[in-house]
């Protein structure tokens, strides 16, 4: 019998390890997994008979001395039956995350018997040229936050004459309620270096950079560990990868502050042009993309970018990794086609509000995300039936509140964040949020002052440099639109 218990942060924070030693002191063979996404399982404890999965969970250190007891029987309480077949894993397209959570990450032979190495493989057979075709075939935007069609910078990059180029994952991951990122990593490390090692082969760039955070202590161990292995076993062939840890300004996760970052500047946003894709890092021709841009390459060069675009709805191609917090239920990402609506996402997916009162807010997309309300629940989540709405879809989060959410706290909140993460290369970005915070003291402590929150919001969309300060506006005037909605 073979017992697989995650390891992967969330996991951990749980009390996996704990876990993992009672089950190891009882004697059975144990396979240290990553976490399949159901967050609101774990511990997720998978036993293999006879060639099935069995799920027991949300499993803690409490419970875990009777479970062995029981010897894992199906008739224990928290018994989930096989978990290939739960409802909530069976609606998923994995595409990008198929190998997360089947077995240990750093296994290199189970990441060949699972596809990996083959689109790389695919890749140098097809050229490099074909490989950018089929990206844009699939229609894949970047899934960092601004949504831009990956094949342009490819192409971009690959068409520019340079001796040097680069690669740059951008695994900053700041936005709170995003956490795709890390679970890729932490579930198919090799996944990402290969699909690095993909645009270092198309896009003739010998060296790449995965700038991670210092918060993502798991993923920056296991990344480093996969990168020496995937060197030993010829998936880094003619590419130098490294990963470089970034102190935690959530600024940091903009393109541009991020290699000054790498450069070994302070991480200050640089005026536009020139694009990285042109001149980048030390001024050379650089791609940046986000972790799960890289995650969606391998099955679109596999499979084919127009098998790819045959998921998702209109100009949002593909599937996307949804990630639900908050107060809801099944608290977890789940990846999906883009299509579905709002209501879908948090009801039938997250299980409805967890606290078991009414529906009172969802911030998608992160600090920079709007608020909408249950007015607002059949919209479909793509990037331009949100946009459209007012808000943006960002990473693809969805941070879920009761009725007991207090929007103006919330509109505070913004302007605070973006005081304190702001990089103060900019007036209204630098001097504005801190306007914002004192401004919305005055309205919480009852002044008329909307319209003059209103002009700041419209000076910072307009006057800011990058989308710290151009998007704060979205959470501060969708929550103080929702709650004078209710109050005025
Ligand atoms: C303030 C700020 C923070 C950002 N943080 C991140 C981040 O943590 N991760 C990320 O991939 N993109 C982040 N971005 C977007 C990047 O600037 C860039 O658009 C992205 O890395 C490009 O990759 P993509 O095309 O694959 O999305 C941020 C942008 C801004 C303005
Ligand atoms: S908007 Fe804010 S974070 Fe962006 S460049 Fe200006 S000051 Fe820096």
């Known amino acids: 019998m073979k017992i697989f218990i995650p390891q992967d942060s969330i996991s951990l924070a749980l009390g996996a390890d704990l876990i993992s030693k009672k089950i190891t002191q009882s004697g059975h063979e144990i396979i240290r997994n990553s976490s399949r996404g159901l967050h609101f399982l774990e511990v997720l404890i998978e036993v293999e008979i006879d060639g099935a999965r069995h799920g027991f969970g949300p499993i803690s250190s409490k419970d875990i001395d009777q479970l062995i007891a029981n010897g894992f029987s199906k008739s224990h309480s928290k018994y989930l039956g096989i978990v290939d077949e739960l409802p909530l894993l069976k609606k998923q397209n994995r595409l990008s995350f198929s190998r997360c959570g089947i077995n240990a990450p750093l296994d290199y032979d189970v990441f060949l018997s699972l596809g990996g190495a083959q689109a790389l493989a695919k890749a140098k057979s097809i050229g490099a040229q074909k490989t950018i075709d089929e990206i844009k075939i699939s229609g894949l935007r970047g899934r960092g936050g601004a949504g831009f069609p990956a094949a342009i910078k490819w192409q971009t990059v690959k068409d520019v004459q340079s001796n040097q ?25 090799f996944g990402l270096i290969e699909a690095m090692a993909i645009a270092g082969f ?145 009801y039938e997916i ?107 919001c419209e000076t910072m969309k307009f006057g800011s440099l990058c989308a710290l300060g151009g998007f704060t506006p979205y959470p501060v005037q969708s929550a103080i639109k929702a709650w004078r909605g209710k109050n005025v």
């Open 202 to 346: 198309a896009l003739g760039a010998s060296v790449g950079y995965i700038y991670i955070r210092s918060e993502y202590p798991i993923a920056i161990k296991l990344l480093k560990a996969a990168i020496e292995i995937a060197k030993a076993r010829g998936l880094l062939e003619d590419f130098d990868l490294q990963v470089f840890v970034g102190a935690g300004a959530y600024v940091c996760g903009e393109e541009t502050a991020l290699l000054e970052s790498i450069e070994g500047k302070r991480g200050m946003v640089r005026a536009k042009p020139p694009i990285p894709a042109l001149e980048g890092l030390f001024g050379k021709p650089t791609l940046v993309n986000n972790v799960l841009s890289f995650a969606a390459i391998a099955p679109i060069i596999l499979n084919g970018g127009a098998h790819y675009a045959g998921f998702g709805t209109g100009r949002s191609l593909g599937t996307i990794p949804v990630q639900l917090s908050g107060n809801v239920k099944n608290g977890g990402y789940y990846e999906l086609p883009f299509g579905m609506t709002l209501r879908e996402l948090i």
């Open 165 to 189: 180029k680069y690669i740059i994952c951008n695994a900053d991951e700041g936005d709170s309620g995003n956490f795709a990122d890390r679970a890729f990593m932490e579930g198919d490390p």
């Open 350 to 456: 997250g299980g409805g509000v967890k606290s078991g009162r009414e529906f009172g807010a969802v911030q998608i997309g992160g600090p920079l995300g709007a608020y909408f309300t249950s007015e607002n629940l059949d919209l479909i989540f793509d990037y331009e039936t949100l946009a459209q709405a007012g808000g943006i879809l960002g990473h693809g989060s969805l941070v879920v509140f009761d009725d007991t959410i207090d929007f103006l706290k919330m509109a505070r909140f913004a302007f605070e964040f973006c005081a304190h993460e702001s990089c103060g290369k900019c007036t209204p970005c630098r001097i504005g949020s801190t306007r914002g915070v004192e401004t919305m003291d005055r309205i919480i402590a009852g002044e008329n002052q909307y319209e003059l929150v209103d002009d700041l």
